[in-house]
């Protein structure tokens, strides 16, 4: 069967969700500055944020992403699945709700772990910490992450680029995993008022 309805929110909103992906992770010709995080860096970001926001529809989507992606730039073999989920589990614990003791041990035990991601994808900790940071309005995370960055980068024109590709996949991600997540509670709320055109 055909299903001929409008989504929810209408065609145009769906739209403009599927532009927003297009530039954020495969760019538009003419439209979009150039990325200097690769397609692999930017779904390796996606796919650690569908797990914080617990979206399975996207996690679904960004591991076949990486999966592609991986093959495309043929990308050595890691357990990147299980040091992304592990990561996540860490960036889940936020720094403002921490002592300041703890926040220094945080701050230890995440070096120690990002070492183990950036042996095999340099940079990867700081591009995820950095962009959980974002996603949760987290000032002393992103400051620790982009400190790191900072570091690791010389140009400037260069590390804005990286901010901006990390920020750009953060704002694609907050919006898209809110919808998925949420859809089918609204369409259950609506049908039971007895509106079933959704």
């Known amino acids: 069967m055909i299903k001929t309805s409008a989504p929810l929110l209408g065609w145009a909103f769906n739209d403009v969700l599927n532009e927003l992906h297009q530039l954020v992770f495969e760019g538009v ?9 690769s397609q ?19 996690l679904e989507f960004h591991e076949r992403a990486v999966r592609v992606a991986r093959r495309k ?3 050595p073999d890691w357990n990147w699945q299980d ?13 403002r709700k921490l002592s300041a003791i703890e926040w220094q041990r945080w701050l230890k035990t995440w070096s ?6 950036n042996s095999r994808h340099d940079g990867l900790a700081s591009y995820l910490a950095y962009a959980v940071g974002i996603a949760r309005n987290d000032k002393s995370l992103m400051d620790h992450a982009f400190s790191a960055i900072s570091a690791s980068i010389e140009d400037n024109n260069r590390l804005r680029g990286v901010v901006r590709d990390i920020d750009g996949v953060v704002v694609f991600m907050k919006a898209a995993t ?10 259950s709320n609506l049908r039971s008022r ?3 055109d959704i």
């Open 112 to 117: 120690d772990f990002s070492k183990r991601i």
């Open 29 to 37: 010709p003419g439209e979009s500055e150039p990325f200097e995080l």
């Open 178 to 187: 809110s919808k998925n997540r949420s859809d089918s509670t609204i369409i």
């Open 83 to 95: 040091e992304l989920i592990s990561a996540t589990l860490f960036l889940h614990l936020d720094g």
């Open 73 to 75: 730039e043929k990308s």
């Open 40 to 58: 692999l860096e930017r779904e390796y970001i996606a796919y650690v944020l569908a797990c914080y926001y617990q979206c399975g529809r996207c």
């Open 194 to 196: 007895g509106i079933e």
